[in-house]
């Protein structure tokens, strides 16, 4: 687990306005931090420029005590937890939690023990035989939740993972999230533009408008002074 600390993060493309405008956000180890703002704002970039998939036009970002802002994504340790799930259909849930570990070339026995304990702390293990066609929503994003707890990443990081979903599911789901990352205590940012899920899941919200950083709070404070 870490911190992440953006310093300063500036992004330019090409000779616009910049897609975002020296923000600065101190994601604490374990923390929940939401990043919300409407369609533009620059929730996205910020997002791919922490996971490595963009690059930093100025500023430092730091994971832990490390800056990263040279590392390749692979280096960086992080979960992008993605929206479709990015599951295999035709691999066992066991099988698509165990993927990295298989990647990495784990032993079996390291692979078992791993995939075992995750699948616990997810409430999965009834489940280890099926394949992600036949499971929830709910599962499905459990299993991609799986997969980057056996990498022992250091942060989850979500890309409005529950936009296409309809009110209801939605609604369970935001509730599974939260309960789940205070369960694992792994440090999260998670990106949506919707209101709702701003206030209800996250410990503090960083409020962004056109690249600029307006408020980072609590939902409560934000509540009390909008
Ligand atoms: P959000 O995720 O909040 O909807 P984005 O981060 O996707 O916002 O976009 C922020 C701004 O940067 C927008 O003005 C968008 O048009 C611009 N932008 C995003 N990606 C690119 C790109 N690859 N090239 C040029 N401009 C981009
Ligand atoms: P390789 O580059 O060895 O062929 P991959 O393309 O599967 O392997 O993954 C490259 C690196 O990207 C992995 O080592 C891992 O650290 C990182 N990575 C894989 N999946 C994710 C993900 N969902 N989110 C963030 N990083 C990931």
Redesign the pocket.
């Known amino acids: 687990m870490a911190s992440i600390d953006m310093k300063n993060i500036v992004k330019q493309y090409g000779d616009g306005f910049p897609a975002v405008n020296d923000v600065s956000i101190d994601v604490r180890d374990g923390e929940f931090m939401i990043l919300v703002g409407p369609s533009g704002c620059g929730k996205s970039t910020l997002l791919r420029m922490i ?1 490595g998939l963009e690059d930093i036009t100025s500023g430092d970002m730091m994971i832990g005590e490390r800056r990263v802002n040279d590392l390749a ?2 280096d960086r ?4 937890v ?1 929206q479709n799930y990015a599951l295999y259909p035709h691999l066992t849930v066991y099988e698509n939690i165990a993927f990295p570990l298989r ?1 990495a070339k784990a032993s079996d026995a390291e692979v078992d023990e791993k995939v075992r304990a995750a699948s616990k702390t997810l409430e999965l293990d009834e489940h280890l035989d099926r394949k992600p066609g036949n499971l929830s929503g709910g599962q499905r994003q459990r299993v991609a939740m799986g997969r980057a707890i056996v990498r022992e990443a250091d942060a989850f990081l979500f890309d409005e993972p529950l936009s296409n979903l309809d009110a209801k599911l939605r609604g369970q789901m935001r509730t599974e999230i939260s309960r789940l990352q205070k369960r694992l205590g792994i440090t999260t940012v998670y990106v949506t533009h919707d209101q709702t899920e701003a206030m209800t899941l996250g410990d503090r919200v960083a409020v962004l408008k056109r690249g600029i950083l307006q408020q980072l709070a609590t939902p409560r404070e934000l509540y009390e002074n909008p």
Request: aromatic share 12%; proline share 11%.
């Open positions: 996971v994504p692979r340790n992080l979960a992008m993605f990647l």
